[in-house]
């Protein structure tokens, strides 16, 4: 099994302000969660709210081995809205769920620590 050790990767190469913001990052709230055994990889499909702008967007999130289905319904999650959508499967993932590797590199969802409106952009 191969372990992420990204914590030990050293920063990345310098970029301007503008190509940060070229990155879209908002805030979504799950509002569905399903299994997707088809997947090469364990994952869940997941249903995104991000707001009256952006709409419920789904994606596919490799996060099983930390998150039961039951939990993930209502939980904010951030994500990146402007990538193309990718096809996974038969499954169409229209925005990459952003998190982190743990110390055993299973990935714990990015999300803030109190609430907050639904499609906000980070910054």
Request: glycine share 6%; charged share 25%.
């Amino acid at each position: 099994m191969h372990v992420n050790h990204d914590h030990e990767a050293p920063a990345a190469e310098p970029i301007a302000f503008d190509d940060f913001l070229r990155v879209d990052i908002r805030i979504g709230t799950i509002v569905e969660a399903e299994p997707f055994p088809e997947a090469r990889k364990p994952a869940f499909k997941l249903k995104i709210d991000f707001g009256p702008v952006i709409g419920v967007r789904k994606s596919s999130a490799q996060i099983v081995a930390r998150y039961d289905l039951a939990e993930l319904p209502g939980r904010q999650v951030a994500a990146v809205v402007n990538f193309p959508p990718r096809q996974i499967g038969k499954f169409m993932s229209e925005v990459l769920t952003l998190g982190f590797a743990d110390e055993a590199g299973e990935v714990i969802l990015f999300a803030p620590d109190r609430a907050v409106p639904n499609g906000s952009r980070l910054f």
